[in-house]
């Protein structure tokens, strides 16, 4: 069963996220301190590296414990998460921040935001916190849309191929079992329908009949040809790279080198 697909696959998205988060606090540190940009680069490593990992986290405990819940209980658990995570992140930062280089011999520091820097994280963190609640329940939607297509495909019955079609004459139309065609085959502007004991000419195209008759019993002999596999009798070398069929109405088509490759893999 073919599976619906996202927009963009999760890596790309994940990876051209993190890019942007990362890109995004590299040109506010350059522009905001005099740090150099070595050493903004490398706290807007820090910060865009803890947040995709919590991010990731994050995730996986709502997937877990919250989405499964009622929807009152998601929309409360949404504030006292949302904080969290703001927080956590704040802390990670903190922690990160207090492991400078050289620091298993000065020892581990660890100093809090000024209270705007604080209060700034804070705000990051539950802004970043309300995209990744998004992210998440796209994702975990479509897990389960994909799950209840594929119960729905499993619970319908198989549908039987056709035993017989309704052609159109010039001023009739004919029911007529597919083990009766010998072969479809074009005329001009119409397509002789020929069967085991008479011939039909009908003005459906031949490209509608291969599009309706199945394919496990008709084969695209040429281009102008579809015969059932059941009508022949035998096969025969029909020079450069063809085939001639014979069939059971005692007539004999030339397939194309296509046409005769395709014969040849229906054969077992």
């Known amino acids: 069963m073919r599976q619906p697909a996202p927009i963009l696959p999760l890596r790309l998205l994940v990876i051209a996220a993190a890019v942007l988060l990362y890109v995004a606090y590299w040109l506010i540190f350059a522009i905001t301190t005099d740090d150099g940009i070595i050493v903004s680069m490398g706290t807007a490593f820090n910060n865009a590296a803890s947040a995709i990992a919590l991010a990731f986290i994050t995730h996986a405990v709502l997937d877990r414990f919250v989405w499964s819940q009622s929807q009152w209980v998601q929309l409360a658990a949404q504030i006292p998460a949302a ?18 280089a050289g620091w ?27 995209l990744v609640a998004l ?66 000419l ?31 009798t035998r096969t025969e070398p029909g020079g450069n790279g063809r085939t001639v069929l014979h069939l059971l109405n005692g007539s004999s088509i030339v397939t194309s080198r296509a046409g005769a490759r395709l014969v040849r893999d229906a054969a077992f």
């Open 202 to 232: 009908s003005s459906t195209r031949l490209s509608r009949f291969e599009a309706l008759l199945p394919e496990s019993q008709f084969v695209r002999a040429h281009r102008s040809h579809l015969v059932r596999l059941g009508a022949i």
């Open 135 to 200: 992210a998440s329940v796209a994702i975990v939607m479509r897990r389960r849309i994909v799950a209840l297509t594929e119960q729905t495909q499993q619970a319908r019955p198989e549908r039987a191929p056709p035993t017989s079609i309704l052609v159109k004459t010039q001023d009739e139309t004919h029911s007529v079992e597919l083990d009766n065609i010998v072969a479809v085959s074009g005329a001009g502007d119409y397509v002789e329908l020929v069967l085991a004991d008479r011939t039909l």
């Open 83 to 100: 904080m969290g995570f703001a927080f956590v992140w704040y802390l990670v930062i903190l922690v990160i921040r207090g492991l400078r």
């Open 104 to 130: 298993t011999e000065t020892g581990f520091s660890v100093a809090p935001f000024p209270p705007i820097a604080f209060y700034w994280q804070m705000f990051q963190g539950v802004t970043f916190y309300g």
